[in-house]
């Protein structure tokens, strides 16, 4: 799997600043802390994962800041290194990363290509997305013309800096991702979406195009949710979950980035009752033919 450091190329002078969210600078602070305390008990990584009854890879994704401990985590490290008085601070900073809101107009504050980014940096660092879209294509699944209108609308909407072509050039640069072997992109997308149109007809005809080409590629499991559906939750609002680390929800003005196991636990199960009443291959097919037959598309 590719480093986040691959895609991470010189920007241009004032269009592009440093993409670590607040949500990675503390949780790679917490592993800071975590290897400090493991070396000042004289353990090596090998010996705190005997220790701990854990692989090594766990201990390495924790210390680097990639994988968000539990707080049983936290717990059974504090003792392992000898000192559990320490465990109430190490589970304090967890909680202070657990979710962290990012405000769209600090991180569009120059554009999109940041974030844009950003996005190609977590997805590359993930095995397994697993997404919800209510009102819109998902981005991994974009045409350029499709994206290009998105952006414009959003640069409009938020009177931010009008970096598009930049942002779809780095929007398609993370769907190099779908081809990627071992990896895997299951989305649902509600039936409503594939009718919401904020770009030409023909823009939006091709964009259905593309969805239906992606039917049945070996790394992506799309399912739409009908409308006329029995419903176990209805999908309140999108969210992609990011293997079982993390899960971004987006607001108008705020975009959340959540790692607590209990919430992620709750939108698996979001995801997961929502997918039983999806339909995929053939059926999904037609759906998606029949919106593309639409007098909206025309």
């Known amino acids: 799997m590719a480093s986040r450091g691959t895609y991470r190329g010189v920007p241009a002078a004032g269009t592009f600043h440093d993409v670590t969210t607040d ?120 045409t350029p013309d499709y994206a290009r209108a998105t952006f414009a609308a959003n640069s409009e909407f938020r009177q931010i800096a009008k970096d598009i072509d930049d942002a779809v050039r780095t929007r398609m640069r993370r769907q190099q991702a779908l081809y990627e072997p071992g990896k895997r992109f299951r989305f649902l997308v509600w039936e409503a979406a594939l009718y919401v149109r904020m770009c030409s007809a023909e823009v939006h005809a091709a964009q259905l195009d593309r969805l239906i080409s992606l039917i049945g590629l070996d790394t992506i499991e799309l399912g739409i949710v009908p409308l006329g559906a029995q419903l176990r939750r209805t999908p309140a609002h999108g969210f992609w979950i990011y293997d079982r680390r993390l899960v971004i929800v987006e607001t108008i003005d705020t975009e959340m980035w959540i790692g607590d196991e209990d919430s992620i636990q709750l939108y698996e199960r979001a995801w997961d009752w929502l997918a039983e009443s999806a339909v995929y291959g053939p059926h999904a097919h037609r759906i998606i033919a029949r919106a593309r037959a639409s007098p909206n598309t025309m």
């Open 23 to 142: 949500f990675q600078s503390a949780r790679h602070a917490l592993g800071a802390r975590l290897r400090e305390l493991r070396t000042e008990a004289g353990l090596s990584g090998k010996g705190i994962a005997e220790r701990l009854g854990w692989q090594r890879s766990k201990v390495s994704r924790l210390e680097l800041g990639k994988q968000t401990p539990t707080t049983s985590d936290l717990n059974s490290w504090a003792h392992a290194v000898g000192r559990p008085d320490l465990a109430g601070e190490l589970t304090g900073r967890l909680s202070g990363i657990e979710t962290k809101y990012r405000s769209w107009r600090r991180q569009l504050a120059t554009g999109h290509r940041a974030r844009q980014e950003l996005a190609i940096a977590e997805t590359a660092d993930t095995k397994t997305i697993r997404g919800l879209e209510v009102a819109r294509i998902p981005g991994l699944f974009q």
